[in-house]
T-cell receptor, first 116, second 107 residues
Framework: GAVVSQHPSWVICKSGTSVKIECRSL??????MFWYRQFPKQSLMLMAT?????????EQGVEKDKFLINHASLTLSTLTVTSAHPEDSSFYIC????????????FGDGTRLSIL | TQLLEQSPQFLSIQEGENLTVYCNSS?????LQWYRQEPGEGPVLLVT?????EVKKLKRLTFQFGDARKDSSLHITAAQPGDTGLYLC???????FGAGTRLTVKP
């Protein structure tokens, strides 16, 4: 089946640091990638949708200058949490989909971000 | 804000019991996915339902899509401890998830 790789799986850093998370589709071309945030014991909240070669579409309440998304190729999207603070600590998950809206998403294994 | 309602929010049962969880929306789904997520991992796709009234089976799991395509259910027969996890429905047209049902199956 389709494979999405997310890296790193775990990161701990100091407040004020910027952190980059990578999401790669390994065996298919992802025309669309999605970034989610998940707090403990809660569901996934969509942060933004990115299409290859264009600017990401952010959900209401998500700061685009805080969470920078780049989708420069059909196999790679990155999420950069700029000047991270403890309240940004969360589980970040990406997913990828190819072709049309009828196709399901395939998820990475997530990145656990802890800001001290 | 969750646009999909899932119920129950929590469910704890004994091994061997049957259960049903639900996913509802006030608007029509173009298609809907069910996922299962374990702690510290990404969601894993179980099934996609597209046609109103559709029923799909995956071993002990039976998925139904309502005739009006506004609701769906997941039924598990003879639950096992390995079924423990967070069950999520997602609406394919905007990729939003329900709040999930956290299932615990006790041995």
């Amino acid at each position: 089946g389709a494979v999405v790789s997310q890296h790193p799986s775990w990161v701990i850093c100091k407040s004020g640091t910027s952190v980059k998370i990578e999401c790669r589709s390994l065996d298919f071309q992802a025309t669309t990638m999605f970034w989610y945030r998940q707090f403990p014991k809660q569901s996934l909240m969509l942060m933004a949708t990115s299409n290859e070669g264009s600017k990401a579409t952010y959900e209401q309440g998500v700061e685009k200058d805080k969470f920078l998304i780049n989708h420069a190729s059909l196999t790679l999207s990155t999420l950069t949490v700029t000047s991270a603070h403890p309240e940004d600590s969360s589980f970040y998950i990406c997913s990828a989909r190819w072709d049309t809206k009828d196709q399901p998403q395939h998820f990475g294994d997530g990145t656990r971000l802890s800001i001290l | 804000t969750q646009l999909l309602e899932q119920s129950p929010q929590f469910l704890s049962i004994q091994e061997g019991e049957n259960l049903t969880v639900y996913c509802n929306s006030s608007s029509v789904f173009s298609s809907l996915q069910w996922y299962r997520q374990e702690p510290g991992e990404g969601p894993v796709l179980l099934v996609t339902v597209v046609t109103g009234g559709e029923v799909k089976k995956l071993k002990r799991l039976t998925f139904q899509f309502g005739d009006a395509r506004k609701d769906s259910s997941l039924h598990i027969t003879a639950a096992q401890p390995g079924d423990t996890g967070l069950y999520l429905c997602a609406r394919n047209n905007d990729m939003r998830f329900g709040a999930g049902t956290r299932l615990t199956v006790k041995p």
